[in-house]
C-alpha cells in the first residue's frame, strides 16, 4: 500500500498535534449564545430553476456580525407530511453548485439546502459586508489580531449551525431526521454542523479539511488549501517565535476540538494518499468522535473523487 503519512494501523490510535485551548469548550458556548440572539430574517425566493417534482428557492438568513447568508433549498413538491432533510456543504473557494446536484435527494423525498460559505464562490456576505469572494485566506482571517472571536471560520461554522436551526424550524422539515455531508471543506464543514447542533442524526464527511494545523506544517504541505498558514508565517512571524500562541488560536477552529461533541452516526471517507488534508490530520478528528463512525478507506486515493463513495453517502443518509 503507497504510504505519504503513516500507516493504516497507527493512523487510528494518532491523537493530533494541533494545540486545544484551555476555554475552547467555553468560546463555543459563547459563540452559541451570540448565534441564537440573532435574528435570521429568513427568506425563501423561489428560483428560476423549477422542476416538475421538487420547488427551488434561494434561502437567505442573517448571520452573526451581521453577513446576509444563502444557501439553495430544495424540497419535494408532492410529500405527505413531515420529511428528511440534508445539509451539503461546498469545498474551499467554491459555492453551493448547481441546482441539479441536488434534485436526487428531492427525489428520494428529502429536502436539502446546500451553503454558500461567506466571501467563498456563492451569494453570501463576508462579515466586511461585501458580496462575493474574498476567496482565499480564510483559515488564517482574524488570526493576528487579540481577539479569537473574531476568526471567520469561527463565524463560519455558527452559520452551519444556524442553516441547521432554520431547516429544521420548517414545517416539512422532521427536525429528528436531519443530516450533514459534504468533501473537503464541506467534510470540515458537516462536522462542524454536527458538533453544534446536536439534534444531527447523520453526518458524512469526506476527507474533512481545517484539521490538525500543525500537522499540516510539520509535514511541510502548507501548500494548496493549507497555502495561507506558510504565507501568515512568512509575513507576519517568520522566525516563528508566536508559533505556539498562533497554533493555539487555530484550535478554536479545528475540527478535532469539536468532533467529540458529535452525537450523530458518521460516515467518513478517506484516501490514504491525500497530500491536501494529510490522512492523520483527518484520523485527528476521526478518534477523538465519541459516536459510531464507520469508515470508508481508500488506500490508492488523494484529494480526488472516490469511486461508490456519492453512492456510499446516499445509502447512508436514507437510512434517515
Known amino acids: 500500500m503507497p504510504i505519504v503519512d503513516m500507516p493504516l494501523e497507527k493512523l487510528k490510535t494518532y491523537e493530533g498535534r494541533n494545540p486545544k485551548p484551555a476555554d475552547f469548550d467555553a468560546y463555543w458556548e459563547k459563540a452559541l449564545e451570540e448565534m441564537k440572539e440573532v435574528?435570521?430574517?429568513?427568506?425563501?425566493?423561489p428560483a428560476e430553476f423549477q422542476v416538475p417534482f421538487a420547488e427551488c428557492f434561494h434561502l437567505y438568513f442573517t448571520g452573526v456580525k451581521g453577513a446576509r447568508v444563502h444557501a439553495k433549498y430544495v424540497r419535494p413538491k408532492h410529500a405527505q407530511g413531515q420529511h428528511p432533510a440534508v445539509l451539503h456543504f461546498h469545498g474551499y473557494t467554491g459555492s453551493s453548485g448547481d441546482w441539479t446536484d441536488?434534485?436526487?435527494?428531492?427525489?428520494?423525498?428529502?429536502?436539502?439546502?446546500?451553503?454558500?460559505?461567506?466571501?467563498?464562490?456563492?451569494?453570501?456576505?463576508?462579515?466586511?459586508?461585501?458580496?462575493?469572494n474574498t476567496h482565499h485566506g480564510h483559515i488564517i482571517r482574524g488570526l493576528d489580531g487579540h481577539d479569537p472571536q473574531q476568526l471567520l471560520f469561527r463565524h463560519v461554522f455558527l452559520d452551519t449551525a444556524q442553516l441547521a436551526r432554520i431547516v429544521m424550524s420548517f414545517p416539512e422539515v422532521d427536525e429528528a431526521r436531519v443530516g450533514a455531508t459534504g468533501w473537503s471543506q464541506g467534510g470540515a464543514l458537516a462536522i462542524a454542523c454536527a458538533a453544534l447542533e446536536p439534534r444531527i442524526r447523520k453526518a458524512a464527511p469526506v476527507y474533512p479539511f481545517l484539521s490538525d494545523y500543525k500537522r499540516v506544517w510539520e509535514m511541510d504541505l502548507c501548500k494548496d488549501a493549507y497555502a495561507e498558514l506558510k504565507t501568515f508565517f512568512r509575513h507576519f512571524d517568520p522566525q516563528h517565535l508566536r508559533e505556539e500562541e498562533l497554533f493555539t488560536r487555530l484550535g478554536y477552529i479545528d475540527i478535532q476540538h469539536l468532533a467529540p461533541r458529535i452525537e450523530a452516526d458518521v460516515?467518513?471517507?478517506?484516501?490514504?494518499?491525500?497530500?491536501?488534508?494529510?490522512?492523520?490530520?483527518?484520523?485527528?478528528?476521526?478518534?477523538?468522535?465519541?459516536?459510531?463512525?464507520?469508515?470508508?478507506?481508500?488506500?490508492?486515493?488523494?484529494?480526488?473523487?472516490?469511486p461508490g463513495m456519492h453512492d456510499k453517502i446516499i445509502r447512508f443518509l436514507s437510512e434517515l
Open 39 to 45: 435574528d435570521p430574517q429568513v427568506e425563501l425566493v
Open 267 to 306: 460516515l467518513i471517507g478517506v484516501g490514504l494518499i491525500d497530500t491536501i488534508c494529510p490522512p492523520s490530520t483527518q484520523f485527528a478528528a476521526i478518534n477523538k468522535m465519541k459516536a459510531p463512525v464507520q469508515l470508508e478507506i481508500y488506500p490508492d486515493f488523494g484529494h480526488e473523487g472516490l
Open 102 to 132: 441536488k434534485l436526487a435527494y428531492a427525489a428520494l423525498g428529502f429536502s436539502i439546502a446546500s451553503l454558500d460559505v461567506r466571501g467563498q464562490g456563492g451569494r453570501s456576505e463576508d462579515t466586511g459586508g461585501v458580496t462575493g
